[in-house]
Structures are given as C-alpha cells and as structure tokens.
C-alpha cells in the first residue's frame, strides 16, 4: 500500500515528525556512560504516553521477529544495527549507540534513528561509521522529489557508502510510512537511477542508509530481534521520515 497525504494532512505529518525528533535528541542527552537500555526505554514510553502519541513497536510483530516485539524503542549498542531489543546493558565510555524511533501521533507516523558516541572517547571507526550514513542520508534526502524515482534515492545513498568503502546489505532499507509504519514502496539502500515508482507529492519516506565495518552479512541475536554484524564489527544507522513537496523534499524528523 502507498498512501499519498493531502494538503490537510500535512500539519499532522509534521507534528509527529517533530515529537520524533525532540524524543530522540532528548533521550540522546540522556544517554551517558552509566545509563541503562531499559531507562531509555522507559524514558521514551513516558515520552509518547505524555504526548497522547502511540508506539509502533510494543505491538509490532513482523515476519522476522519472535512475537511482538514489547518494548517503546529499539537500542542497537557496538556490532548491533537494526531492532536492537532494550536489555540490561549499562553503557559505557566509547560505546557506539543507535536509537530508533517510531510513532503514530493524530494517526500518522513518524521514523527516525540516530547514531551516536557515548561518553568522551570517539572511536575513529565509529565516528566515520556515522558520518558515512549520515552523508549518505542527506544526499538520498537531496535526490527525492516529484517525478524522481525511487532509484534514483537508492543510488544516491549506495554512491556515498560505496565510495566510503562500506558493503552495503539490501536485506532491510528505507520504506513508505503513513498510517502505520511501514508501507510500500520499498528503499533499498543501493539501486540504479532512473528505476522504481515515481515520486509524488505528499508522498511519505523513511530513508534509512545504514552500514556494518568490515561486512555486509547479518546474523540475529538469541532474542529473536536484534540484528549484528556477523564479524562482530561497529555498525551505525541514521533515518530521517521526509514528506515529498511540490519542488523537492521536506525533512519531518529534523530536530529544530
């Protein structure tokens, strides 16, 4: 299903990308070495009850997980880098730390993850991990627009990860939201321009570009949901939810 929003609908759209965003940068300033996953957790099922919002993820029950999966927020620590459960886990001093953040507020979603560096240490590796996708999550943002197609999105993001030297895995990518979470068209995060459905406006994106160190291969953890590097290696993973305009694309999830 691909939903296309109406000028109406837009206000709502940006609410919700906007309590995303303001979780996120607040759970990121909490997040200091010490600081347990399930207090994140915790932090963000108040966060989202407060705003009368609701959470993609307690109920959320895929084909690739084991049940639903139970909790607000998924927190992916080091060599995790999708659907990391919250467990506990007291983050340390360098730890490389991805939050991602789904929520239905006035019935539209909103999709957001951020990666970033706990503590005072900055691993060299981690920082460029996180450069990487974030670079890569802009120029797929700078590629979107009415009448590009989605390939031209995936090449975009896979020409900066590849160029960075990062294997790219097309298992899991970026997706429509609107309604409900996750909703067609499909984002892989490598591609051929020129390819794919067309872009409209009111169109809702969540681009995704994410990277592991030294592979491209996945492996699940004993919890049925997070997903690790199967080297062991860092991994780093930014999103952003933008809505498609009339003369390009408009970031919703963008701290302001």
Same mark, same amino acid.
């Given at each position: %299903?691909?939903?296309? @929003?109406?000028?109406?609908?837009?206000?709502?759209?940006?609410?919700?990308?906007? /309590?995303?965003?303001?979780?996120?940068?607040?759970?990121?300033?909490? &997040?200091?070495?010490?600081?347990?996953?399930?207090?994140?957790?915790?932090?963000?099922?108040? %966060?989202?009850?407060?705003?009368?919002?609701? &959470?993609?993820?307690?109920?959320?029950?895929?084909?690739?997980?084991?049940?639903?999966?139970?909790?607000?927020?998924?927190?992916?620590?080091?060599?995790?880098?999708?659907?990391? !459960?919250?467990?506990?886990?007291? @983050?340390?001093?360098?730890?490389?730390?991805? @939050?991602?953040?789904?929520? $239905?507020?006035?019935?539209?979603?909103?999709?957001?993850?951020?990666?970033?560096?706990?503590?005072? $240490?900055?691993?060299?590796?981690?920082?460029? !991990?996180?450069?990487?996708?974030?670079?890569?999550?802009?120029?797929?943002?700078?590629?979107?627009?009415?009448?590009?197609?989605?390939?031209?999105?995936? =090449?975009?993001?896979?020409?900066? /990860?590849?160029?960075?030297?990062? $294997?790219?895995?097309?298992?899991?990518?970026?997706?429509?939201?609107?309604?409900? %979470?996750?909703?067609?068209? =499909?984002?892989?995060?490598?591609?051929?321009?020129?390819?794919?459905?067309? !872009?409209?406006?009111? /169109?809702?994106?969540?681009?995704?570009?994410?990277? %592991?160190?030294?592979?491209?291969?996945?492996?699940?953890?004993?919890?049925?949901?997070?997903?690790?590097?199967?080297?062991?290696?860092?991994?780093? =993973?930014?999103?952003?939810?933008?809505?498609?305009?009339?003369?390009?694309?408009?970031? @919703?999830?963008?701290?302001?």
């Amino acid at each position: %299903m691909i939903e296309i @929003l109406n000028p109406t609908e837009l206000p709502r759209a940006k609410a919700a990308g906007a /309590l995303v965003a303001g979780i996120l940068q607040t759970l990121k300033s909490r &997040s200091a070495v010490g600081t347990n996953l399930q207090d994140i957790n915790r932090w963000a099922q108040e %966060m989202i009850t407060k705003a009368g919002a609701q &959470s993609c993820y307690v109920d959320y029950e895929p084909s690739f997980g084991r049940g639903p999966f139970g909790h607000y927020i998924c927190t992916s620590v080091n060599d995790a880098v999708l659907h990391g !459960l919250p467990y506990d886990y007291t @983050l340390a001093n360098g730890d490389l730390l991805t @939050l991602d953040l789904a929520v $239905s507020h006035r019935s539209v979603v909103a999709d957001s993850a951020i990666s970033f560096i706990v503590g005072d $240490s900055k691993p060299t590796e981690s920082v460029a !991990l996180i450069n990487a996708t974030e670079r890569a999550l802009s120029a797929g943002i700078a590629a979107a627009g009415p009448g590009a197609r989605i390939g031209d999105i995936s =090449h975009a993001i896979g020409a900066v /990860l590849s160029g960075a030297g990062y $294997s790219i895995n097309t298992e899991f990518g970026g997706h429509g939201v609107g309604s409900t %979470m996750h909703q067609d068209p =499909h984002i892989p995060n490598t591609g051929r321009p020129g390819r794919g459905y067309r !872009l409209r406006p009111g /169109l809702l994106l969540a681009l995704e570009p994410w990277v %592991m160190a030294d592979t491209a291969k996945l492996v699940t953890d004993a919890d049925g949901w997070t997903l690790r590097s199967a080297t062991g290696c860092r991994t780093a =993973h930014s999103e952003h939810t933008i809505v498609i305009t009339d003369d390009g694309a408009e970031i @919703l999830t963008c701290d302001r």
